[in-house]
């Protein structure tokens, strides 16, 4: 595995021992990246929350476009070991912090994120699950931008959310996902 673009691209990526995680595969993390780049423009700037983190990839390759911090989140040790690792080797402890504990045990957040990346495991829910709580926690408001890895035979459908796209890339499905916008007030009668 390596970063695809940016600052650090070409440069190798620890990934975490045994088959407790499933890192996402470098073809896919550049479609995502794609998909996302053609979004957003540029990830300057962005505050990124990598929850389901594994090797820490997905927010690794944000910050080496231009991110301005990375929450990772991961519940387990051997992942957070690779993390860790690869926070070092690229010494983004600067822009970069971590939390060691499972997704759905989150705290509400100080401020929103500009994007949210989830990679959970595959035929679990726990994407729209973690969608639904983080909502409620104030990690999302309407600007925020998510991306959802499932299994290629999973598609999303998440109560307050639009899909913006849906792609399957190998055994995978890539979707991004917006906040569904608050209800516009009714018409004043008055300006009728």
């Known amino acids: 595995m390596r970063i695809i673009a940016g600052d650090w691209r070409g440069r190798k990526l620890v990934a975490p021992k045994g088959d407790a995680t499933r890192p996402t595969a470098d073809r896919t993390r550049e479609t995502l990246f794609s998909m996302l780049t053609s979004r957003l423009g540029s990830f300057e700037d962005l505050r990124v929350a990598d929850l389901f983190a594994g090797s820490g990839a997905l927010g690794l390759e944000a910050l080496s476009r231009g991110a301005a911090h990375c929450h990772f989140v ?28 499972s997704v ?5 957040a100080r401020e929103p994120y500009d994007l949210l990346l989830l ?45 913006d796209t849906s792609r399957k890339v190998g055994k995978g499905r890539l979707t991004l996902l917006t906040r569904e916008p608050a209800a516009t007030c009714a018409s004043d009668p008055a300006l009728d």
């Open 74 to 101: 991961e519940q387990d040790r051997t992942a957070l070991d690779a993390i860790r690792s690869n926070i070092s080797t690229f010494d983004a402890r600067a822009r970069a912090t971590m939390e060691a504990t």
């Open 104 to 108: 759905m045990t989150l705290r509400p």
């Open 119 to 163: 990679d959970p495991p595959y035929h679990t829910g726990a994407g729209e699950v973690a969608l639904d709580r983080l909502q409620r926690l104030g990690w999302i408001e309407d600007g925020t931008w998510i991306a959802l890895e499932t299994a290629f035979n999973e598609e999303p459908e998440i109560k307050g959310f639009l899909i």
